[in-house]
């Protein structure tokens, strides 16, 4: 079966291959897919499906759909290196669609290789699941990165060992989220840093949500320093509402996200650069 996957935003982790590129007016398929990963999208992919029921029978998915299916084709809807082998997570974050499907870190049963885990919430598996994708991470040859996100509060002495036996050390992508409290964030550095880490190898990120209601721009630096002084390199997530359309991030937001999103752009400036430069030391 030709099947034709068609995405209403493309990201680094979007497929690269023939089948996933824009609308040609002489496609043919057997089926096409519109895969949605953000529900302020679904408009948009609504759009599309109009546009490309011409053509062959339309399904919409996706993330932004709540999809349950426990399973993960490689390179289907996301480009190959990137794996998912979990859904689901236990808490109960107001912004987050991840637990209102899966109320629980569930495992997928078939563990796909891959370098980039986007699992929703890895380290709250049970040590089984969670021992068996770090032996699959550690076949393989490139870098590994966790962009999925690691959650503080769940890690545990046996997670830092196995990050620590990662060669080279992997990317871990940490998260500061509204109501949350710096503690965990700071201990989960500690034992990191103990554990062969460091702050100078950038490895070290942190998530951290910004733009949200009653939120405010001095409010949202002052945590992603908060972030930067525990010797993070933050990385802001804009939030976006799928329905509240007053809730539209302005122009002044979208260049404070793109500011706080760029590595190279947060080491640049002086007094970050010296106080990052200060706790890669160990001064503070």
Request: with cysteine; net charge positive; proline share 7%.
């Amino acid at each position: 079966m030709k099947l034709l996957r068609v995405f209403p935003r493309r990201t680094k982790a979007t497929p690269d291959d023939g089948l996933c590129r824009p609308p040609d007016l002489f496609d043919e398929a057997d089926e096409v897919h519109i895969s949605v990963a953000f529900a302020y999208d679904i408009p948009k992919a609504e759009n599309l499906a109009e546009q490309w029921r011409h053509v062959a029978p339309v399904k919409l998915g996706g993330p932004a759909y709540g999809d349950a299916a426990l399973e993960f084709v490689p390179g289907r809807y996301l480009k190959h290196g990137y794996t998912i082998t979990s859904r689901g997570c236990p808490r109960r974050c107001w912004f987050c669609n991840a637990w209102k499907t899966h109320p629980q870190a569930t495992p997928i049963s078939n563990i796909a290789d891959g370098w980039n885990v986007l699992d929703d919430n890895l380290l709250a598996c049970p040590r089984s699941h969670v021992e068996a994708v770090f032996a699959m991470l550690a076949r393989q040859k490139q870098r590994v990165a966790f962009t999925g996100g690691l959650e503080a509060i769940s890690l545990k002495d046996y997670h830092v060992d196995l990050l620590a036996s990662l060669k080279p050390k992997p990317k871990c992508f940490f998260a500061f989220d509204p109501g949350d409290s710096l503690e965990p964030l700071a201990d989960a550095m500690k034992r990191l840093l103990d554990a062969g880490f460091t702050k100078a190898s950038c490895c070290l990120k942190c998530y951290v949500l910004i733009g949200y209601p009653k939120d405010t721009l001095a409010d949202a630096e002052t945590r992603l320093k908060q972030v930067l002084r525990l010797g993070y390199t933050p990385m802001a997530m804009l939030w976006r509402s799928a329905r509240a359309a007053r809730y539209a991030p302005d122009a002044r937001w979208r260049r404070f996200q793109r500011e706080w999103a760029r590595p190279a752009i947060i080491h640049a400036r002086p007094e970050r650069a010296a106080a990052f430069t200060m706790l890669a030391r160990g001064v503070t």
